[in-house]
């Protein structure tokens, strides 16, 4: 156990449907990120957030939305997803100081996608 | 841009056997680079990380070590165990951000 709860582990969605992703840290962090790691390739980083405020958006397309809540709380909101995203998603978070050098960062055990 | 690069992809070894992996990066301008292990379907676990001015990290069994000017960190497993089996990744924080730039990944099996 992190310290990072992702939820659900799996989910297999069809093109038309919305659904949500959900994370949870109870490390007492102020930044929080997603990834996706598809098969064969490296981590991507999707969204940055520091501060409940988003820092950064990897050019990612808008069929994914994040929303960030509170310091503890991170959501990615999904809808008419593609079979290309498929991917395991995971969040992670640490303590950004400044901008500056930050901790050592935690990861959830990730959800599972599959888009069907 | 940054790149981080792990070779080799794969690596298989018999129980007992030391491990060594390498990780290398374009930029050396980095606040500190982060080794984590990832068991198939899951997520990450950090391993070990080292500030841009530490030069080495130890925790049991693994020993890590940065020389940021020629952009490379090895990770050194002392005797395998086939619980080693794994897939290891390195991932560097550049300077005056927070993001993680991640290499492949080196996939790791520990015979028995």
């Known amino acids: 156990e992190t310290g990072v709860t992702q939820t659900p582990r799996h989910l297999v969605m069809g093109m038309t449907n919305k659904k949500s992703l959900k994370c949870e840290q109870h490390l007492g962090h102020n930044a929080m990120y997603w990834y996706k790691q598809s098969a064969k390739k490296p981590l991507e980083l999707m969204f940055v957030y520091s501060l409940e405020e988003r820092v950064e958006n990897n050019s990612v397309p808008s069929r994914f939305s994040p929303e960030c809540p509170n310091s503890s709380h991170l959501f990615l909101h999904l809808h008419t997803l593609q079979p290309e995203d498929s991917a395991l998603y995971l969040c992670?978070?640490?303590?950004?100081?400044?901008?500056?050098?930050?901790?050592?960062?935690?990861f959830g055990q990730g959800t599972r996608l599959t888009v069907v | 841009k940054q790149e981080v690069t792990q070779i080799p992809a794969a690596l298989s070894v018999p129980e007992g056997e030391n491990l060594v992996l390498n990780c290398s990066f374009t930029d050396s301008a980095i606040y500190n680079l982060q080794w984590f292990r990832q068991d198939p379907g899951k997520g990450l676990t950090s391993l070990l990380l080292i500030q841009s001015s530490q030069r080495e990290q130890t925790s049991g069994r693994l020993n890590a070590s940065l020389d940021k000017s020629s952009g490379r960190s090895t990770l050194y497993i002392a005797a395998s165990q086939p619980g080693d089996s794994a897939t290891y990744l390195c991932a560097v924080v550049k300077a005056a951000g927070n993001k993680l730039t991640f290499g492949g990944g080196t996939r790791v099996l520990v015979k028995p």
């Open positions: 992670a978070s640490s303590q950004d100081r400044a901008g500056l050098m930050n901790t050592e960062a935690f």
